[in-house]
């Protein structure tokens, strides 16, 4: 194995049911348990502090709360000074922030990064409903780097024509799925509610689902008082739940370090590839609106890079906001219907928080790789409606090197009838912004239930230069 091949070494997810507002930690202080938990879990020789102390590196993706610099008070709250703390808007992939820490440790940037994120839209939830209040604490200071979006991520278009709802828009996806297949209506609402009950039966069996309850397929497809239609045929059970106080933490570092702070190997998880497209195309420009050409490109990106074949992978986390999501990846990937689409049991049981689920099931994932020597995971993301796919390999044992691609248009496309480049042709990305906007807004429900498009950052970044 090279040296500096990126691994994961701790992580941990970590959730609260707090009825009581007053009572309820708030997202911060859940971040800062699934960090030290992560630490734990490493089970290295110099223990949990010393590890913690040795972080130079926290990523943090924004949330639904006003931090300003989120990782750098976690930073100073383990006790790692001087750590390089980066922020990403809502709408850069999550992948991204995978495959920038492991680009950071494969380029010798830093010897041990964080990726950690965290929600507390319950917390939130209970305070209104008990007319009492949920404050937040400060996170003074600015981060060292902000990955921000560049591009809105819906069309003119689509707003005057009132699809600015996520749902709205999956659920176009969704019927034309159903016409390009010849389904008829009653088989095809029966074929997507059996896949998310099947999700459901997962997540009861998932200590760190939100929702641990087992549902039938009738119960996610018939509408009633409790799962009222949302847009045809998405009930409210087949719509991801991010109203949950749940948080992740990865910790990640090269291979020698692994070594050098006594990690044992069965607790190490290799990040073997990260492919990001970036090609925004909206809804309302696509040729085939069932069709996710930047997930296939991705798809084959990865596994080239990864030196492997998709039937080698025995463990997927397809992303779950709504089940076009899933199925065109499917489609896209070449992954068979009757395999497992997911680890954890999906957004809707398992929980959605609106920008950390990828970590979230990150942890799940390397839960099941450790448990399974020798087997090959995937991890995918999406931002938008379906704009920009990301997709991540993961496994217990090394191959080829590491790699990061992540490649976008200059500028968003607005021809009616293109479609994404290949990853190989793209031009490099642009790099990230280096200012910050004084506050920043609650996102907007009618835009942001599945996160919205950004830049894609550049993965090379001198980790000590301040921005």
Not at 47 to 73: D, H, M
Not at 169 to 175: G, H, P, S, T, V
């Amino acid at each position: 194995m090279d040296p500096r091949t990126p691994v994961l070494i701790g992580c941990a997810a970590v959730g609260q049911r707090e009825e009581d507002p007053a009572r309820a930690r708030e997202p911060l202080d859940l971040m800062e348990q699934a960090l030290r938990d992560a630490a734990e879990d490493a089970e290295a020789d110099v223990g949990a502090k010393a590890l913690l102390e040795r972080i130079q590196w926290i990523a943090v993706p924004q949330g639904f709360w006003n931090y300003s610099n989120p990782a750098g008070v976690l930073g100073g709250r383990v006790g790692a000074t001087g750590t390089h703390a980066v922020l990403t808007d809502i709408g850069v992939l999550q992948t991204t922030l995978l495959g920038l820490a492991g680009q950071v440790i494969a380029d010798g940037r830093a010897e041990l990064c964080v990726v950690v994120g965290g929600e507390a839209k319950y917390r939130t939830l209970r305070a209104k409903i008990t007319g009492s209040k949920a404050p937040l604490c400060e996170a003074p200071g600015d981060p060292d780097e902000v990955l921000r979006p560049k591009a809105d991520i819906l069309h003119p278009l689509e707003l005057r024509c009132g699809l600015g709802l996520p749902v709205k828009q999956y659920a176009m996806i969704e019927n034309a799925l159903r016409i390009e297949t010849r389904s008829r209506l009653d088989s095809h609402r029966s074929e997507i509610a059996e896949l998310w009950a099947a999700m459901s039966r997962v997540a009861a069996t998932n200590p760190d689902a939100w929702n641990r309850e087992a549902v039938s397929p009738s119960t996610v497809r018939d509408a009633s008082d409790e799962n009222r239609m949302l847009a045809f045929p998405y009930t409210k059970l087949h719509n991801s739940q991010w109203n949950v106080d749940q948080a992740a933490a990865l910790i990640l570092c090269s291979a020698e370090t692994a070594d050098a702070l006594g990690v044992p190997r069965d607790r190490r998880i290799v990040l073997r590839c990260v492919a990001d497209s970036n090609f925004m195309l909206p809804l309302c420009e696509r040729k085939d609106v069932h069709r996710s050409a930047g997930f296939a490109a991705a798809g084959r990106a990865a596994f080239e890079a990864a030196g492997i074949e998709s039937e080698e992978v025995g463990h997927r986390e397809l992303y779950s906001c709504f089940p076009s999501a899933v199925r065109v990846q499917q489609r896209e990937l070449g992954v068979p219907r009757e395999l497992a689409v997911t680890v954890t049991g999906g957004m809707t049981f398992a929980g959605g928080p609106l920008n950390n689920f990828v970590l979230q099931a990150a942890v799940k994932m390397a839960q099941v790789l450790r448990d399974d020597p020798g087997s090959i995971g995937m991890l995918n993301a999406v931002s938008g409606m379906l704009t920009k796919q990301g997709v991540s390999l993961w496994s217990t044992e090394a191959g080829n090197p590491f790699a990061f691609l992540a490649r976008k248009r200059t500028k968003p496309p607005r021809a009616p009838n293109s479609s994404p480049m290949s990853l190989a042709t793209q031009p490099s990305a642009p790099t990230p912004s280096s200012t910050r906007a004084p506050t920043r807004p609650e996102p907007s429900p009618s835009v942001n239930s599945s996160p919205a498009a950004a830049p894609l950052p550049s993965p090379r970044i001198p980790i000590s230069r301040a921005r």
